[in-house]
């Protein structure tokens, strides 16, 4: 079987979706005979941030030169992203082979889909020769499959109210739950200082060494770096993580408290480097879209006052638009109340499954307290977004939030949705998420405007000027998909004096984003380089390993004639290396297994500067999203190689 087979039969098999209880799984693991599943093992309980918090914990100990696995839940997208091993999700047949194992040893044990994927996850872990496994309790946490291991530190992020059903109905009894993955003489730390008092009693109970934020360990900000303190000394100018919203800094405080706790020796250098480069999907993630445009998973109440933390200090020139949606065991007022004031509109977007609340039901009681803000409802995160994106203003901000299946929506690549349910008008003119795929002609194009863009001419990362003019400079226009991390690339390398980005290739005067994201301008993204020409090899070498150039009108996720790759030439000397290098790579590129090259290399045209906005945009957003990837097939443009 295939792995979606063995998904299919999983979710199948089991006659409840949740059933918590060890007895049934420990007999299963017992009879596995699997040893340690690693050198260390950190468990990570809480209502919200466990996914966070096990993010915070691979990426520093990651940077300290440890082989690190996480096993996390539930998946976004893949069902491969649940087991990450040294960040990177595990393939298809390790997982099929655990399941093998997991189900040979059965004897007639029914499993839930999480306790027979819990106990694969393990057997992979158990074989991965690791140093530090990191484990996401799935839901409280006393019965919860994860809770077979006896780990060295166990982690609660928070204590708040979600899943009473199966948990309780207060926090003193979720939290009770909750404190069943500390173990006797081990740490157990906690996110917040005011604990319930069954969690405090029960550490006391079994003798946990309890530690908590604000009391035995502190971190504080100041502008933006923070510094940590705790027994073991003080970590000091860390840079605030890379994953947005105030909470995080508990989560990254109890990263660091946990590593510690277990033997890990710490420098305040590659604490910081790691902060700076830890992702984590669907958590205030921003995507591409002529709007600016974050999904994350907030989904409780707490996680809602969280959110509003965020927006209320994160403030923007327009408005905030929410895309919402949420499951039917969820207190949905609990979680709106917290957030009515910061959103102008609401697009309730209509879920599949047997858990998903009816949108309409969502739609009404927002309604009854959202004032004047116009409430919609639509089939799927697609029609939202393609609404917005025609009536919001391009200094708005969009929050699509609510379930990790609204989550999935919105970070999936899809077609444009079908129209709204409810009667509103959209404009008849293409979409941003047609994603199209073929370049309109000179009569079909945008006219665009005669006043060009609105830029500062000060490079936003070393400060020289982006129209500046440098003795013997050339000037080249490279096309790599997004151009964000496209720009990235060349900004710091020798010989280059100034970066900026812009629309070239296609026929619109001075286009917007969003007219260049309709795909109906013919423009490309581009990084405009101002360069010494003896660093044209160097160039073209980054260009080519940078990303991938056999893909067509698209990088990746990115689809659209404006990622198409390109290379645009402002002296022949430039368009006859570029013709040549593409050559050469074209024939390692074929040696490797991939397809031909799509990258055109012409004469540069007409170049017009993005929104001031777009600028060096990762360096203003150190997490902000970079779709680039390469082939990883090496390119090297030597003299030699040139006369190959």
Known sequence: MQLNDWLSLLERRHPQAIELGLDRVAQVWARLKIGAIAHRVITVGGTNGKGSTVALIEAIAREHGARVACYTSPHILRFNERIALDGRPVDDQTLIRAFEQVDAALAGVSLSYFEFTTLAALIILSEAKLDLAVLEVGLGGRLDAVNLIDADAAVITSVDLDHQAWLGPTIEDIGWEKAHIFRAATPAICGLAALPLRLRAHAAQIGARLECLGREFVANVDGNKFSYSDLQGTLSNLALPALRAPVQLANAACAIRALRAIGYLLESALVSAALKKVKLRARLEQIRAPISTFVDVAHNAEAARSLAAW??????????????????????????????????????????????????????????????????????????????????????????????????????????????????????????????????????????????????????????????????????????????????????????????????????????????????????????????????????????????????????????????????????????????????????????????????????????????????????????????????????????????
């Open 311 to 644: 927006l209320a200090t994160s403030p923007i020139a327009g408005r905030n638009h929410a895309i919402f949606a949420c499951l039917e065991d969820k207190d949905l007022d609990a979680i709106v109340q917290p957030l009515l004031a910061h959103f102008a509109s609401w697009s309730i977007v209509q879920l599949e499954g047997p858990r998903a609340r009816d949108a309409s039901e969502i739609s009404a009681h927002i309604r009854k307290h959202a004032g004047a803000a116009p409430v919609l409802i639509y089939d799927n995160v697609a029609g939202a977004m393609s609404a917005l994106a025609t009536n919001a203003d391009s200094s708005d901000r969009i929050i699509a939030f609510g379930s990790f299946l609204l989550a999935e929506q919105a970070l999936s690549p899809q077609p444009i949705a079908d129209q709204p349910i409810a009667d509103q008008p959209i404009e008849d003119q293409p979409m941003w998420n047609e994603k199209k795929l073929t370049l309109p002609d000179s009569n079909e194009a945008l006219p665009g405007r005669s006043q060009p863009m609105s830029i500062s001419n000060r490079h936003f990362v070393h400060g020289r000027p982006l129209e500046g003019a440098w003795p013997g400079a050339e000037r080249i226009y490279l096309g790599m998909g997004c151009f964000w991390g496209a720009e990235r690339k060349f900004w710091s390398m020798a010989g280059i004096h100034s970066t900026a980005v812009g629309y070239s290739g296609g026929h619109t005067q001075n286009p917007s984003y969003a007219e260049v994201c309709s795909g109906m301008t013919g423009h490309n993204e581009v990084v405009q380089l101002t360069f010494d020409p003896a660093e044209l090899d160097a160039i073209l070498k980054v260009f080519w390993e940078a990303h991938n150039p056999t893909q067509g009108m698209r990088q990746g996720n990115d689809r659209g004639t404006q990622y198409r790759s390109a290379i645009y030439c402002t002296t022949a000397a430039q368009l006859e290396r570029a013709l040549e290098s593409r050559r050469i790579y074209a024939e390692r590129l074929a040696r490797a297994g991939f397809p031909a090259i799509t990258t055109e290399v012409l004469e540069a045209t007409a170049f017009y500067y993005a929104e001031d906005d777009h600028q060096q945009y990762l360096a203003k957003n150190p997490g902000g999203y970079c779709g680039l990837g390469g082939t990883g097939v090496s390119c090297t443009l030597t003299e030699t190689s040139l006369s190959e």
